[in-house]
T-cell receptor, first 116, second 111 residues
Framework: DTGVSQNPRHKITKRGQNVTFRCDPI?????LYWYRQTLGQGPEFLTY????????KSRLLSDRFSAERPKGSFSTLEIQRTEQGDSAMYLC??????????????FGPGTRLTVT | AQTVTQSQPEMSVQEAETVTLSCTYD???????LFWYKQPPSRQMILVIR??????QNATENRFSVNFQKAAKSFSLKISDSQLGDAAMYFC????????FGTGTRLTIIP
């Protein structure tokens, strides 16, 4: 068990460019979450998957954002036409999941995006 | 919508002393979970302690304990015998699947 990994760890891009981040969850975890954390704030929920199904999306996730989890394994988060306001740390977390109960979310190290 | 408020942006404590971090939340649900997460500098977030709302007994994990006041919607974290390794941002969070976080409290440990 190597934990949740995220790539790249840092990304600098120019405004208007597209970027894609990858998250590899803990192998047996069927749930995968994306959060965004801006400076001085707590993480904000963006979206989550159970297996390959995207179950919920925050209204923070504008049309420029899209997330996928093909085959229920790794996930990608793409931001199109980046804006300076997209600069943030993008966190991925994974957990086991099922009906009822509680499952601990394990966080990755994050991808820090800087839009210039 | 659920909200989580942490009113202490920064706290400091002498090593080996006890410190309490405050958190209040707002929800209309009756059954939920509350969490404290720790985010050390440049390291990933880890779960410190959780509390199920239906349990009256306060959760405890070694030196970490909570004071859960459901009626007041208050959920504070007490760290006993503070250690240098406790220095971090501490986030209070609410939820089960998606988590709602507060803005965090930066804890400094004074040697």
């Amino acid at each position: 068990d190597t934990g949740v990994s995220q790539n790249p760890r840092h990304k600098i891009t120019k405004r208007g460019q597209n970027v894609t981040f990858r998250c590899d969850p803990i192998s047996e975890h069927n749930r995968l979450y994306w959060y965004r954390q801006t400076l001085g704030q707590g993480p904000e929920f963006l979206t989550y998957f159970q297996n390959e199904a995207q179950l919920e999306k925050s209204r923070l996730l504008s049309d420029r954002f899209s997330a996928e989890r093909p085959k229920g394994s790794f996930s990608t988060l793409e931001i199109q036409r980046t804006e300076q306001g997209d600069s943030a740390m993008y966190l991925c977390a994974s957990s086991l999941g099922g009906a009822g109960g509680w499952y601990e979310q394990y966080f990755g190290p994050g991808t820090r995006l800087t839009v210039t | 919508a659920q909200t989580v408020t942490q009113s202490q942006p920064e706290m400091s404590v002498q090593e080996a002393e006890t410190v309490t971090l405050s958190c209040t939340y707002d929800t209309s649900e009756s059954d939920y979970y509350l969490f404290w997460y720790k985010q050390p500098p440049s390291r990933q977030m880890i779960l410190v302690i959780r509390q199920e709302a239906y349990k009256q007994q306060n959760a405890t994990e070694n030196r970490f304990s909570v004071n859960f006041q459901k009626a007041a919607k208050s959920f504070s974290l007490k760290i006993s015998d503070s250690q240098l390794g406790d220095a971090a941002m501490y986030f209070c969070a609410y939820g089960n699947e998606k988590l709602t976080f507060g803005t965090g409290t930066r804890l400094t440990i004074i040697p």
